[in-house]
Each structure stands twice: as C-alpha cells, then as structure tokens.
C-alpha cells in the first residue's frame, strides 16, 4: 500500500516535471520562431512617424525610409522582421535614439515609429559643431537643423566634455530655467566655467561643480539685491563659488 502510494506520487512529479520542461521548450521555441519570422505586408502601405523633442528635427521621412529592407513605392506583399528594423533604424544613424516597428494585421501596414535624441547642448570642438544629448551622447549638428540650447566654447577636450560639460549641461536640462537663461558657457578649464545670460552683459564664474545648486541660487539675489543699488554696468564679472558670499569684479573704464 505504501509503496503504491509512493508510486503514484512519484509518478505525479514525474508528469508535473514533463509538462513544466514542454513549456519551457514551447517558449524558447516560440522565442527562436519570433526572431526569425517575417510577416508580410504591402510596403506601400507603410507609415513612418518621427518623434522629436520640439527643440529642432534632425531626421526627414526619406531618410527613416531610405535605412528600411524594403520599397516604399511597391505594392507587392513583402516579408518583413520587425525587431530586425527596429535594430537596423538604430545603427543606420546616430540621431535615432530608439525605433518601434509594429505591423497592422487587418490592414498589412507597417508602422515604424521614431524616437530622436534629445539635444541639451551645442558646442565646439576642432573647428566642428556637435550636440551633446541627455545621455551624454555626442552628434555633428547637421545642416539647416538648429536646437534652442545653450552653446558651449573653450577647453573641449574629452575630460571637460565628459566630467564638466556634461553634468553641467544635464543639470541646466534638467532645470529649464537656466537653459532658456544662459545662451551661452565658455569652458575654460576643468576648474573655472563662466555663463553669459541671453540679455546683459554680466558674466557669471564658476568654480568647479561641486557647489553648483547653492552657486546658481545667488544670481537672483545678485540681481534683486546687488544690481539695483549699483547699476547694470557697474560689474562684469560675479563670482559665484565662494561660500556665503558674491564676489563682484568691477568693469574695466
């Protein structure tokens, strides 16, 4: 009795163990079949959306179209794989962020949906103009294509770009009031940054990041208390990095 007991038990985790390895199987291959398949459409019918930030388009239609397996101007059902264009939007072009290919079974209509990268700063470096994005990814600025953010000059090498001007330029994204207030950042060194505001001809310095929350808050207080007692054109320079305090250098004769 106890021994048929055993069996049966046995025998359940032997089943149970059966169907838990077929659905592992049927789901690795369902997971191989998805990345081979290719599902047919009608290329004509293909719609392709760029999403930009609103801060200046750098892809066109054509060339979303031109990086695609297929003819857009065929009427011929074609087989494609979406996850493949998805893969291949990314690599064909440093703009493009991310791709979302999704195909409409009613209609046969291929969607391609693409995501641009979101440009936070301009600068210079060796004669050529870049963007630098929210992920800290460089990208040449591209004819007839101009972002409304700041510019940046001076010391571009690789460690300001990525130690100085990056955080910084992340930072002044991230809190929009100072990116629509600066126009324009010199970068001298990795030690001494200035900020030239879009109206006046006040400069701002910066020592460092470390301090750049508390450093930023004394510019209104510059301009609430210091300004009005002394004039627009009594200082050219205000120097921000020194704790509880506002060092102003007045303006050469």
Known sequence: MVRRKERKRLHRILGWTVMGLLVILLGCSFVLARRHVSYAIYPSRTAIRIQDTGK????????????????LKDSISRGVDPEKIERDLVDASTYIRSATAYISPSTMRLHVIVHERTPIIRYSRNGATWYLDDEGISVPQRRGSTAYVPLAEGAMTDGT????????????????????FFGYIEILSESKIHLYPRVGTVVFELHGLETLEQDLAKIPVYYKEIEPQVGTNKYSLVKLSYENQIVCVKREK
């Open 161 to 180: 770009i990525h130690y100085v001007l990056y955080p910084l330029a992340q930072y002044l994204y991230e809190h929009s009031e100072w990116s629509h």
């Open 56 to 71: 200046g388009r750098f892809l066109q239609e054509r060339e979303v179209a031109a990086a695609l397996p297929i003819d």
